[in-house]
Each structure stands twice: as structure tokens, then as C-alpha cells.
């Protein structure tokens, strides 16, 4: 069932979800996946693990249940927790990598046993997208609430094939925080998507794992910002930056 892995969310010590991101592990198929529009290519899905013993045996497939959480999904890619509390629900982010879209999906409140979860909200973008992080604000008396989706990727995703093959390559970076306007997480009516970093692959090739730490603004002058970390599938460093929030 597990076949291109892409990306794990552990639900506990011995359970997690993971993405099948393609269908076809190469070849035609493969490019198609990634350059059809959605309707035409929801082919990966995401699995749920449940270990019934997590100590050694002879056997490596026993005392372990598969089954498919969610389908028919396109590029199947990141995963993400999101607040406590949310989290406490079952809910967390999924993200179509090709697509720029991230999905919030949760467990159906009468469907808890077979971990299986639903689409509640599609959030499009308009670049590529990878691994995401969420960010929750310890700070929100200052500013405004800053709690949001930190998302990386591709400004130029669909030249990926040819430029990944070349050493001296460039894959141009973007990275977005998106939140609800400052409105219940729960009941957005409009997301405020904010350009926060982007580089031309002079500082960093490639974007796919991006982080959000918070500044304390009593240390900070009275600011409001974070530092931003990324890396990629194709860097050779990690950039680190502030960001005003």
C-alpha cells in the first residue's frame, strides 16, 4: 500500500499517516501526473499505519494494519499538524505538491475507529508547494494573530524535470504564510496570502522544508517577527532570515 512515500504524521508511539505522492514511479505516467490538471489526475492517496506491537519479530509485516485514509487525491505530497487544539480533533493539512493547493482534512466525528478523514477545506495557491508547517503565535496580543500555514516551493515548477538534471541549475524560490484574516480558524470566509520570502536561486536552490520560529518582541525592541528557516531538495545550505509578521 505504501509505494512512493513521501511525507509521515505520526497520530501517537506506534500509529501515523503516510503520502503516496505519485501513482507511476517513473516514466510517461509520472510527467503526467504532474502537469494534467487535477480533474483528470487524482490517482495517489493517503495511508494510515496502526502498529498492534512495536517490538521486534520475525515477521515484518505482522502486527501491522494498513488502509487507505484518503483518495483519489492529486500528487499526494506533504503533511502538517496544526494547533493543539485542532489537532486534539483529528485535523491536519495535506498538500497537492503540482497543484499548489493545501487541503484541511479531518477525521469525521462519526467515522473516529477506521482513521479515515475528509477534505473540508481546498486552499489554491499559485505556485508549487512541499512539505508545510504550521504556525501557531504565542504573541498574539502584539500584532494580531500570526497563526497560519507556512508554505515553500517552486516559482518555476514546471521547468523542475530539466533544471534538476543539471548541477548548475537554478530552481527559484517562494515561501507564503497564509491565514484566515484574523477570523475564526474554523470558519474563514477569505485567506490573506502573504509573499513573505522569495529568491531567484542566488541564495538558496530548490525550497521543500520550511520552519517558523517566534521572536519574543519584549527581546526584540517591541516587533513583531519570527525567523524563517529553508532548505530543499536540491540545496547545499539553509537560509535563515526575519520576518516582520
Known sequence: MIQTPNDILATGPDSFYVTNDHYYREGLGRILEQILPESLVR??????????????????????????????????NGLGNLDRERASRGEFIVVDAA???TWRVKQPASDKLNNKVEIVERIPLTTT?????????????????ASGYILSGL?????????????????????????????????????????????????????????????????NGGKKQAWLFITGFQSRNMVATKINL
Open 99 to 101: 497543484g499548489g493547493v
Open 129 to 145: 508547494l512541499d512539505n508545510p508547517f504550521y504556525y501557531e503565535d504565542p504573541y498574539p496580543e502584539v500584532g494580531g494573530d
Open 155 to 219: 516559482a518555476r515548477g514546471f521547468a523542475l524535470g530539466e533544471s534538476s538534471r543539471d548541477p548548475d541549475g537554478t530552481e527559484p524560490v517562494v515561501c507564503w504564510h497564509v491565514r484566515g484574516n484574523g477570523q475564526n480558524p474554523d470558519k474563514h470566509s477569505a485567506w490573506e496570502r502573504r509573499l513573505i520570502f522569495q529568491d531567484d536561486s542566488t541564495t538558496i536552490r530548490s525550497a521543500s522544508g520550511t520552519a517558523m520560529i517566534p521572536i519574543d518582541p519584549k527581546d
Open 43 to 76: 490517482w495517489t492517496n493517503l495511508i494510515f499505519v496502526q502498529l498492534d506491537s512495536t517490538k521486534k519479530v520475525d515477521d515484518a509485516t505482522s502486527h501491522v494494519q494498513a488502509s487507505i485514509a484518503l483518495d483519489k487525491i492529486r500528487n499526494n
